[in-house]
C-alpha cells in the first residue's frame, strides 16, 4: 500500500485530474493571485486532498497576473486599524521565516520600512504619533523617529527639522510573484491542482446554495467556491445575482534607476547572520539554515539602497526594485470616483504627468534621484471597498460561497493571514487569524456605501 505521503506529492496526470474532477471538489478557488494560492495552500495543509480535492483555477496561463504580478508586496504594519496591523505583523512573522520554514526563496527583505509625516502635510503627524503609540501598546516592532534620527537611518534624504517618521526596523518587501508561485508550489506538492488557462464562467447555484463552477473546460463540481478573482470579482458575483461593493481603480507606476552607491542608506541586515538555532545538536548547520545562508549571500550582493519609504507629506510610497536595478515610486492616494468598468480594458499607457511627478517627489526626498535616468513605468488595478478594507468572508445568504477581494492597494502583506482565515471559516473552525466581523462582506448591507476609505494608515 502507498503512504499518503507519497501520494500527496505525487504530480498527477490529466486522467488523474478528470478522475478527480469527476468526485466532488471540497473548495474550488477562483483566481491565482496572492490570495488564491495562499488560501489554497492553507486548505491543502489542512485537509486530505484525495478525500477532499482542492482546485485552483486561473484564467491566465500564468499564477500572478492580475494585481498580485505588478504589486510592490511591500510588507509594513503602520495601521491605524489595529486588525489590520495585527494581520500584518502576524503575515510578516510569517514571510520573513519562509525560507527557513520552507526551503522556497520568496525574495524576503528586511531593508525596514520609514513612514515620513511633515509639515506639508500637518494632519498625518499627529495620525502618526498615535499610531505608533497604539502599535507599541499591541507589542508591534516600531518606533517614532525624529529628523536627526531619520538622517542617521538614511543619510542622503531630505528632512525639515519637524518631520517624524515611524520606523519599522524588520519590515521589507518580497518579490510578488516567487511569492505566488511558492505558495501555489507548496499548495501542489501537498496535493492540491492547480489549473492555467481555464476561466470560471459561472458560479453554479441551486437555489441558495453554491454547487460548484462552470468553466471554459467544463464543469467542477464543489462543496464550497471562493472568489479571489481580483478586479474582476465584481463582474463575477454580479453574474450570480450578487452586487458586491468593489470598484476598481488604476494605479500607475514609475520606476527610476536605483543609486549603485545607495541614497547614502543603510546596509540592510538579516539582524542575526547565523543564529544559535541554525546549529543542530553536534554543531553543524542545519540544512535550511546553510540553504538561507547561502540565498542570503547571493542576494545581498544585489543590493538595495535604502529603506521603503512610505511619505505621507509628499504623498508617495517608494522601494527598490534590486533585481531590476531600479526604484518604484507610486501615489499613496487615488481617486475613488476613477473607475475603471471593465478591468480587461487596462490602458498600459502611464502619463507623462506621473513620471516628472515620480521624478519630483522621490528627488524631492533624495536628492540623487535627481539625475538618474527612467527605467520603465506600468499601469496596474486596484480593488476597492468604500472603507478600503477588504470583504473577508462567507457570503450572506449563499450556502458555501465565500470570497476574499478588495484589499484597497494594501492587500499582499496580509496574504498568509488571509490564507490561514479563509480556510478556517470554510472548514468551519474558529476564526483566529483575523477579525470576522470588522472585515465582513456584509457590513454594508442596507447602506448607501460611503466611497473614500483611509489608504495612508
Ligand atoms: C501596483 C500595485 C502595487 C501594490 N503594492 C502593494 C504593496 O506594496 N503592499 C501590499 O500589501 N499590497 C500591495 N498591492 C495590493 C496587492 O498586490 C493586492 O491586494 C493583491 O495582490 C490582491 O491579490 P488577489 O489574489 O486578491 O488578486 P489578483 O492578484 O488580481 O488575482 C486575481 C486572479 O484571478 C484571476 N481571475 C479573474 N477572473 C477569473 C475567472 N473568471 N476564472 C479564473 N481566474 C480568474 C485573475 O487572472 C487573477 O490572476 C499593490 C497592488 C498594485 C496593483
Request: aromatic share 6%.
Amino acid at each position: 500500500m502507498r503512504s499518503r505521503r507519497s501520494l500527496k506529492s505525487q504530480a498527477f496526470t490529466g486522467h488523474q485530474i478528470g478522475m478527480l474532477l469527476a468526485v466532488k471538489a471540497h473548495t474550488v478557488v477562483v483566481g491565482g493571485g496572492v490570495m488564491g494560492t495562499s488560501i489554497a495552500m492553507q486548505l491543502a495543509n489542512r485537509l486530505d486532498p484525495l478525500a477532499n480535492p482542492i482546485v485552483l483555477v486561473e484564467r491566465a496561463s500564468h499564477l500572478a497576473a492580475g494585481s498580485s504580478g505588478r504589486s510592490g508586496a511591500i510588507l509594513r504594519m503602520q495601521y491605524a486599524d489595529l486588525e489590520v496591523a495585527r494581520m500584518a505583523r502576524n503575515s510578516l512573522t510569517d514571510y520573513s521565516s519562509f525560507l527557513t520554514r520552507t526551503g522556497r526563496d520568496i525574495g524576503f527583505r528586511k531593508t525596514g520600512v520609514l513612514t515620513l509625516a511633515g509639515a506639508r502635510a500637518p494632519e498625518w503627524i499627529p495620525r502618526v504619533r498615535e499610531c505608533v503609540e497604539m502599535l507599541r501598546a499591541d507589542g508591534v516592532k516600531t518606533e517614532l523617529v525624529g529628523a536627526a534620527e531619520i538622517r542617521e537611518l538614511f543619510p542622503g534624504i531630505a528632512v525639515a527639522e519637524d518631520v517624524i517618521g515611524a520606523w519599522e526596523p524588520d519590515s521589507g518587501f518580497v518579490d510578488p510573484v516567487a511569492t505566488v508561485e511558492a505558495f501555489a508550489a507548496i499548495a501542489r506538492t501537498r496535493g492540491a491542482i492547480t489549473r492555467l488557462g481555464v476561466e470560471v464562467t459561472e458560479i453554479v447555484m441551486d437555489g441558495e446554495r453554491a454547487m460548484g463552477v462552470e468553466t471554459n473546460e467544463g464543469r467542477i463540481d464543489a462543496e464550497h467556491v471562493v472568489v479571489v478573482a481580483g478586479p474582476w470579482t465584481h463582474a463575477l458575483l454580479g453574474d450570480a445575482g450578487i452586487e458586491a461593493p468593489l470598484r476598481v481603480v488604476r494605479p500607475e507606476q514609475h520606476f527610476i534607476a536605483m543609486p549603485s552607491t545607495g541614497a547614502g542608506g543603510r546596509e540592510e541586515s538579516r539582524g542575526d547572520s547565523l543564529a544559535f538555532d541554525d546549529l543542530n545538536a553536534t554543531g553543524e548547520l542545519d540544512p535550511l539554515a546553510r540553504l538561507e545562508n547561502e540565498t542570503e549571500r547571493r542576494r545581498s550582493a544585489l543590493k538595495v539602497a535604502h529603506p521603503v519609504i512610505i511619505d505621507l507629506e509628499l504623498g508617495f510610497y517608494s522601494r527598490c526594485v534590486p533585481e531590476r536595478e531600479s526604484t518604484r515610486v507610486g501615489r499613496i492616494e487615488y481617486d475613488s470616483a476613477a473607475v475603471l468598468e471593465d478591468p480587461d480594458q487596462l490602458d498600459e499607457e502611464v502619463s507623462e504627468e506621473m513620471k516628472r511627478w515620480s521624478r519630483e517627489v522621490l528627488a524631492g526626498r533624495m536628492p540623487v534621484y535627481g539625475d538618474l535616468p527612467d527605467v520603465a513605468s506600468e499601469a496596474a488595478l486596484y480593488t476597492l471597498t468604500p472603507d478600503a478594507q477588504p470583504l473577508l468572508g462567507s457570503i450572506a445568504g449563499m450556502q458555501g460561497l465565500f470570497v476574499a477581494s478588495g484589499f484597497s492597494g494594501h492587500g499582499f502583506k496580509l496574504a498568509p493571514a488571509v490564507g490561514e482565515g479563509m480556510s478556517q471559516l470554510i472548514l468551519g473552525d474558529p476564526i483566529t487569524a483575523f477579525d470576522a466581523d470588522f472585515f465582513s462582506p456584509a457590513r454594508f448591507a442596507g447602506r448607501t456605501p460611503q466611497w473614500g476609505g483611509n489608504f495612508g494608515l
